[in-house]
């Protein structure tokens, strides 16, 4: 049996054992799942960019794509919305891509054994490719600037849930657990659970509201976009 | 209306605003619920000791509960188990106290403008100290090594539930709106719900087995231990 284990945030992934595990990156809104449709449409590469300054130095050879607090840099390509991510820009490119959050999710979750992206439009692609892997799984969510959010766990909840359903994995877990029991009380209904964050602060600023349903929908690919050498490629 | 905040663990108190909040430390299985038992029976203060050698300075001062990972460090008095805070050892006392976990939260709350402990022993007088405060309210957690646990996140649920619906709160955080929906599963059958955590190896190796039931009995007592100068006395 492998273990389930899930992390909410990236400030708490020193507390957590995942040397081991094969990983996946959780940024809802949006950065995995606007990751998962650059794939779809037909993108090479996706390489994780932490600063500002890296980013630069990708500028003219590379599509840039990069936001902070949910506002496009100006120098980039495109902001960090799925909806920018259309075939006619991204098929055949490689892109830098750099958000408040999700980038350094992601350059985290690749310091275990093996990482990917995940989100709703590729659940079931994700899982098999974690059954496939054999290993205990590390569930990292991007949160927002060291706060828990709600889309990031109950998607986390999802992922532990069809796992533990499949029977090759459990858990011991307590964010594990709780992430399943928000799924639970969100899988019926997941617009409608999102719709109350949906009230919130953050997510005004991320000015995330037109992409919230498209970044809920579940199972649009088969793609797993997993990390190798510096980026993000098919699996 | 005021806000309510939870914070899951003390590693994540940087990321969220509380100064001007009123805060609640929350350490369920033990420290928070075994400090409330030392005042229901009659302990005077209780200084919150983050390091060993800070503790040995306290030595035949005063009473010295201490443990680490569970297991009462050998210069202690007494570990932290409420059992051991009986009136005979307490009564008129003051307690120098450290715990893996629960003592530095009650020291991160304290940064709050007002701080208190917060168990199921005193859960509506908690609440009622929160609504007369008549400011924010800070839940924070002390869940285990930087992970978040189930029982605290419970217990914030349920404080923040009891303050919505007394009509001077309300809130956009999205910890405390999962924290809420996982007491709307737990509340009805608490011992089971928690239970399901109780398997694991956190529980295991903190021995708490015996006093799971009586840390989720909800009010038993009126006291809020507070935190003034240094020290937690009784409101």
Avoid at 216 to 228: C, E, K, M, N, S
């Amino acid at each position: 049996m492998h273990r389930i284990t899930v992390c909410f945030t990236p400030v708490q992934f020193p507390s957590y054992s995942h040397d081991d595990a094969n990983a996946v990156a959780i940024d809802i809104l949006r950065a995995t799942s606007s990751i998962c449709t650059a794939f779809m449409n037909g993108a090479e590469r996706v390489i994780p960019v932490s600063t500002v300054e890296e980013l630069k130095s990708h500028a003219g050879r590379h599509l840039i794509a990069a936001e902070r607090d949910g506002i496009k840099l100006d120098f980039a390509d495109i902001g960090n919305s799925p909806k920018y991510f259309t075939r006619a820009l991204v098929a055949g490119k490689t892109i830098a891509y750099s958000t408040t959050n999700g980038t350094h999710t992601i350059n985290l979750a690749a310091q275990c054994r093996n990482a990917a992206a995940g989100s709703f439009l590729n659940l079931s692609a994700l899982c098999r490719w974690l059954e496939e892997g054999n290993r205990d799984a590390f569930l990292l969510c991007a949160g927002w600037k060291g706060r828990f959010n709600l889309e990031d766990a109950v998607f986390a909840g999802a992922v532990a849930q069809k796992l533990t359903d499949g029977g090759q994995f459990t858990t011991e877990c307590d964010s594990a657990l709780a992430a399943m029991d928000l799924w639970s009380l969100a899988k019926n209904d997941l617009p409608g659970y999102i719709r109350k964050a949906a009230q919130n602060e953050r997510l005004r600023k991320i000015n995330a509201a037109d992409t919230i349903p498209y970044c809920h929908t579940i199972d649009l690919t088969d793609i797993v976009p997993v990390y190798r050498d510096g980026a993000l490629i098919r699996n």
